[in-house]
């Protein structure tokens, strides 16, 4: 079949469009280069058999979804679940494995450590193709059951939105910043990325930041934008995104 790419600008989303033509959609829940966020849905008007696929990587473990809205949830732990890469995890419908089935019965040529098929039945044996790194599970086991602990992904869900809201409010009222994604709607809550004025040098300001122990708040380097990027994700403190703002604003003031 053909492949259909729906493009957006940088900062913005694309909508997906149903057809009846289409037998798979796949997107991503949260862009990480931008800070985009697209729901996790079913379109009206797609064929009955489509599948959805949603690639959850920045998203998983710190936004609440509807796990019946999508047919595979896929995702790597080095984000909100504090641990490494190396590891992808999913969440399948029957719907999904049986396709995975037909498809590993077809005679398309699959490298063994990139079937869907040997993965499901390796996972119902609680056993995985390649032995992972342990210290990636135990992390990821201890983050599950923190979150689980603090009252689960809506718990979650509203740590990073409250989180991600200080940025956004601070940014709104800087006078020298704005929110990358302009639509309030399309914002993400776990990752946050703000625009600066030209009169801003950015580099400098994550130069000094870097200087006194502040990291991490570069933008994506493939966007050549003045902008900071800063991960909200649940793991994240609040009182620390607040002081990371307060730190902005002297730096930018010793700067001027």
């Not at 998983?60 to 504090?82: I, L, R």
């Not at 450590?113 to 086991?141: D, V, Y």
């Not at 900071?228 to 607040?242: H, K, M, N, S």
């Amino acid at each position: 079949g053909e492949l259909t790419v729906q493009k957006g600008e940088p900062g913005s989303r694309s909508e997906l469009v149903a057809t009846s033509l289409t037998n798979t959609y796949v997107y991503p829940q949260n862009e990480t280069s931008t800070g985009v966020v697209t729901p996790v849905e079913r379109l009206a008007g797609a064929d009955s058999e489509a599948l959805f696929l949603t690639d959850a990587t920045s998203a998983a473990g710190g936004m609440d979804f509807d796990a019946s809205k999508t047919d595979v949830y896929y995702f790597s732990p080095q984000k909100n679940f504090g641990a490494d890469g190396g590891i992808w995890l999913a969440l399948l419908s029957p719907r999904a494995a049986e396709r995975a089935e037909k498809i590993a019965n077809s005679d398309r040529y699959i490298p063994e450590f990139l079937s869907l098929k040997t993965a499901i039945t390796q996972s119902r044996l609680n056993q995985t193709l390649n032995t992972p790194a342990l210290a990636t599970l135990f992390l990821l086991n201890e983050q599950v059951k923190w979150i689980n602990a603090s009252g689960g992904l809506k718990w979650a869900d509203a740590k990073t939105r409250s989180s991600s809201k200080v940025l956004y409010d601070w940014a709104e009222a800087s006078g020298v910043s704005s929110p990358f994604v302009s639509n309030p709607d399309h914002r993400s809550q776990v990752v946050v990325t703000l625009e600066f004025d030209s009169g801003v040098d950015t580099v400098e300001l994550i130069r000094v930041l870097r200087a006194n122990g502040i990291v991490d708040v570069d933008p994506y380097r493939g966007m050549g934008k003045n902008q900071l990027r800063i991960a909200t994700f649940v793991g994240t403190d609040q009182a620390d995104v607040e002081s990371l703002t307060a730190c902005i604003d002297f730096v930018l003031e010793e700067l001027a």
